[in-house]
C-alpha cells in the first residue's frame, strides 16, 4: 500500500471511533501540553478539561488577542503557532517532530502502558524505545516510528489483566494509575508503615528479586503466567529468590523507601506482556 494510501485509511479509522475513555481526553491532554510549553498552566497532564486548564486558555486568548472565553476553540489551537497545527493521524511521527499530534500520541501510548517520560510533543529517543516496546508487545514491525498502523493501534482499549490477583497488602491507596504532574504513574502506591509484610498478589515464579536501578529500589517481580507479571518496589528487604515459586499470600518482602521514594510506601505494578496495567483491573 502507498504511503499516501495507508495515511488516508489510517483517517478514516480515526474518524470513526476512539476508544471511549481516551476520545477527547487525548485533545486535552494536548492542549494541555501546549499551555504547560506557554508557562501558563501547572497542573497535571490528565486529559481533564477543569478550571485550571481554563484558565491558562483565557490568558492565552489575551496574550494572543482573541475573545477571551476559556474554551479550546480552533483559534486557541491556531494560537499555539506551529505546535497547535498538527493533528494526529496527518502524518508519520519519527524523531525530531513536534506538535499537538505528538503530545496526543504520547498520552495515548501512555495509556497502553508504555509512557514515554514527560509529556513535551516532542518525539524524542525515549519515545523511540517506548514505541518500539509498544510494537513488539503488539506483533507488529519494530522500528519505533509511529506511522499509520502504530497510530491506529494505540487507539484501542487499553489493556487489562486476563484475570485476578490479590492486594500485595492491606492498607489504603494513596496512588492510582494513570497521569500525574507532566507524566504517567504505572502503577498503585499503598500507605504502609516500613517493615509492613508484603505477600505474592498470586502464585508465580519469582524473576527479579533484590536492588534494581532507576529508581525502584528493592523490588521483587513474579510471573504469573499468560503473560502476567506483578512487582512490588521501593521495599526495605526481600525475602524470596529468582526462580522460586511462590503462592498468593506468601510473605515476598518488607515495605521500605528504597529507590526513588519520599516516604514508605509500597509501589505496586501488573504488567501484562511488558504493558503496564491498571492494577485496579485485577486486584480482587
Do not use: C
Not at 60 to 72: F, K, M
Not at 114 to 125: A, D, K, M
Not at 245 to 264: D, F, H, K, L, M
Amino acid at each position: 500500500m502507498r504511503a499516501s494510501s495507508a495515511m488516508g485509511v489510517l483517517l478514516a479509522v480515526l474518524a470513526v471511533a476512539d476508544s471511549a475513555a481516551a476520545a477527547g481526553k487525548s485533545d486535552v491532554a494536548a492542549l494541555q501540553v501546549g499551555l504547560r510549553l506557554q508557562h501558563l498552566y501547572a497542573g497535571p497532564v490528565d486529559g481533564l478539561f477543569g478550571p485550571m486548564t481554563a484558565e491558562g486558555i483565557r490568558e492565552l486568548e489575551q496574550r494572543a488577542g482573541l475573545a477571551v472565553t476559556g474554551r479550546p476553540t480552533s483559534r486557541v489551537r491556531l494560537a499555539f503557532g506551529a505546535f497547535g497545527q498538527s493533528e494526529l493521524g496527518s502524518r508519520v511521527l519519527s524523531p525530531g517532530v513536534a506538535g499537538w499530534d505528538v503530545a496526543r500520541f504520547q498520552f495515548l501510548l501512555a495509556w497502553q502502558g508504555f509512557p514515554s517520560g514527560p509529556f513535551n510533543g516532542q518525539y524524542t529517543e525515549r519515545t523511540v524505545r517506548a514505541v518500539r516496546r509498544f510494537q513488539q508487545a503488539k506483533g507488529m514491525d519494530v522500528d519505533g516510528i509511529a506511522g499509520p498502523t502504530t497510530q491506529s493501534a494505540v487507539r484501542h482499549h487499553a489493556p487489562a489483566s486476563p484475570f485476578r490477583l490479590q492486594s500485595p497488602v492491606g492498607n489504603p491507596l494513596t496512588g492510582f494509575f494513570g497521569p500525574r504532574d507532566d507524566r504517567f504513574h504505572t502503577g498503585v502506591d499503598y500507605a504502609a508503615d516500613t517493615g509492613t509484610p508484603v505477600s505474592a498478589a498470586g502464585n508465580g515464579k519469582v524473576t527479579y528479586a533484590g536492588w534494581h536501578p532507576g529508581g525502584w529500589g528493592f523490588l521483587v517481580s513474579i510471573a504469573h503466567g499468560r503473560g502476567v507479571r506483578s512487582m512490588s518496589a521501593h521495599l526495605s528487604r526481600v525475602d524470596v529468590k529468582v526462580g522460586e515459586r511462590v503462592r498468593a499470600g506468601q510473605t515476598i518482602g518488607a515495605v521500605g523507601s528504597s529507590g526513588n521514594s519520599t516516604g514508605p510506601h509500597l509501589h505496586f505494578e501488573v504488567r501484562l506482556r511488558g504493558a503496564a496495567l491498571d492494577p485496579l483491573t485485577a486486584l480482587r
